[in-house]
């Protein structure tokens, strides 16, 4: 099955891949000949993935998905939310903590979620599905791998950041692996698979 997973972000394309497995030939924005910027105006997590979405299968008739992801703080009301990254008003992961840490700074309370939604058009009709990790933030960043916030999210019965862990630990939990097992599961049940 040929599918489009509508992002330019490599390290969202590696990890996906690494869970789709062979029965799906996945497609980028540039191989569709895509280099538009995808809209992401809705205010909402949901909202979000479903307009990038939508916005490739209006535009190119081909069978897609789409994510948006948030880190949401439970002491700053959800924040950063569906504005995790551009949440210092730039694309630039280690501002975002620093703006995170700032505003967190002696809270006791430092519990976060990380959530994506999968939207998938398949021949026209949507679904979506989402996944969600609880953890903490720390009070400064540890290890060196993964992106955005990984270096300060300790997801809950672990003693390692998601930046401190391989990408198949990580894989193997994190908000966007469980959304898309549940969309990866939904895909093969289909006949037209």
């Known amino acids: 099955m040929e599918l489009c997973f509508a992002t330019n972000n490599q390290h969202k394309l590696d990890e996906v891949a690494g869970q789709l497995g062979n029965s799906f030939t996945l497609k980028t924005l540039r191989d569709i000949g895509c280099e538009d910027e995808l809209p992401e105006t809705t205010g909402t997590i949901p909202g979000n993935s479903r307009q990038k979405a939508d916005y490739v299968w209006t535009h190119f008739g081909i069978s897609c998905f789409a994510d948006d992801s948030g880190?949401?703080?439970?002491?700053l009301n959800g924040e950063p939310g569906v504005d995790s990254a551009y949440y210092s008003g730039s694309r630039n992961a280690q501002k975002n903590i620093e703006k995170l840490l700032g505003k967190l700074n002696g809270a006791s309370n430092r519990k976060?979620?990380?959530?994506?939604?999968?939207?998938?058009?398949?021949?026209?009709?949507?679904h979506q599905?989402?996944?969600?990790?609880?953890?903490?933030?720390?009070?400064?960043?540890?290890?060196?791998?993964g992106f955005g916030y990984d270096p300060v999210f300790l997801p809950d019965g672990h003693d390692r950041t998601f930046a401190e862990m391989s990408i198949e630990e990580k894989n193997g939990m994190s908000h966007r692996s469980r959304a898309l097992a549940k969309m990866i599961a939904y895909l093969e049940k289909q006949a037209t698979f």
């Open 71 to 75: 880190l949401e703080v439970e002491a």
């Open 112 to 126: 976060a979620q990380f959530v994506t939604v999968f939207t998938l058009i398949l021949h026209g009709v949507e």
């Open 129 to 145: 599905f989402n996944g969600v990790i609880e953890g903490q933030i720390l009070t400064e960043p540890r290890g060196t791998g």
